[in-house]
């Protein structure tokens, strides 16, 4: 080959690499708003509760991950009165098993995360009560995170229930100002886990209920 026509050759492949490295370029400029927008919907519409769990441990970054994405959640006054208890030692796991029926997956976890709301770090007033959304909004954000991650998880009542909030309480030594809300068992799935489909558009008014 001559060196004019080498030259030519080089060049149009250069053409083509620099063609296809802008295109990609602007691909990846329009991505993450599309790509972070899809999956969180995603999350949410294929999150559900998972109550059966494989033997793999949860490692101490995956629980501050979940931690933080339950921090993350909106607070009213930004009071951010939720508390936490992480709970992955085997006796207590059984024992909240063995204590409450509708927590029997507990056995099976590698992990619990007890969510409380701090007593003291409430609005004061006809506003105190807004711990309980706080705290839940935290919840659900938990739950996201761990299906995002891979992770199955399951939120389980304690408070209203007295009965349920008087043994979380003596069972984990919480001071009085500590109330629990909810225990999240947490573990990698075992198996599949189907969705349920809750979409009812007749659930639904426009502006008023008329
Ligand atoms: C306040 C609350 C309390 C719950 N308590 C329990 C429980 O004690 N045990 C349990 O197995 N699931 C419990 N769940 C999970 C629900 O059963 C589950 O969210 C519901 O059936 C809908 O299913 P999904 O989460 O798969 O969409 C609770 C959920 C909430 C929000």
Known sequence: MKNSSFILVLLGVAVLFIAFRWAYASNDKEEPENVVCSSTIEDIMTRTSVRSYSEKQVAKETVDTLLRAAMGAPTAMNKQPWRFVVIDKREILDSISTKFKSMTMASKAPLAIVMCGDMSATIEGEGREYWVQDVSAASENLLLAAHA?????????????ADRVRDFSNMLELPE???????????????ANQPKDKWHPEYIRYNSWK
């Open 177 to 191: 100002d500590i109330v629990p809300l909810a225990c999240i068992c947490i573990g990698y799935p075992d198996g």
């Open 149 to 161: 991650i891979g992770l199955g998880a399951v939120w389980c009542g304690i408070y209203p229930i």
